[in-house]
Nanobody, 120 residues
Framework: QVQLVESGGDLVQPGGSLTLSCAAS????????MSWYRQAPGKERELVAR????????VYADSVKGRFTISRDNAKNTLYLQMNSLNPEDTAVYYC?????????????WGQGTQVTVSS
């Protein structure tokens, strides 16, 4: 079955760094656009970064540009998010998302999330 398993979330001090990973299985990873979303308490889920199926430069939310880097390893079916210069506003549950639009069929998968807490 399809699985997206996030890991790497932790408690980190402001200014610190974390790397999140998302291990995918059960679908053809390289055919999917992979993204990271986050949801803070009381807020809507928002896009953090998106990587096309081919990789290359990602698309980022303005709030994380220059601090976060999304990457993917299609050989390992894994998506990453390198997060630097973290601040308390980055505190949220981070979700991995896979999406493929083929003709009229829109297929989307979500992971269960990993908690990132930025606090001193």
């Amino acid at each position: 079955q399809v699985q997206l398993v996030e890991s790497g979330g932790d408690l980190v001090q402001p200014g610190g760094s974390l790397t999140l990973s998302c291990a995918a299985s059960g679908f053809t990873f390289m055919q999917y656009v992979m993204s990271w979303y986050r949801q803070a308490p009381g807020k809507e889920r928002e896009l953090v970064a998106r990587s096309t199926s081919a990789g290359g430069s990602g698309v980022y939310a303005d709030s994380v540009k220059g601090r976060f880097t999304i990457s993917r390893d299609n050989a390992k079916n894994t998506l990453y998010l390198q997060m630097n210069s973290l601040n308390p506003e980055d505190t949220a549950v981070y979700y991995c998302n896979a999406r493929r639009i083929l003709a009229v069929r829109d297929t989307t998968y979500w992971g269960q999330g990993t908690q990132v807490t930025v606090s001193s």
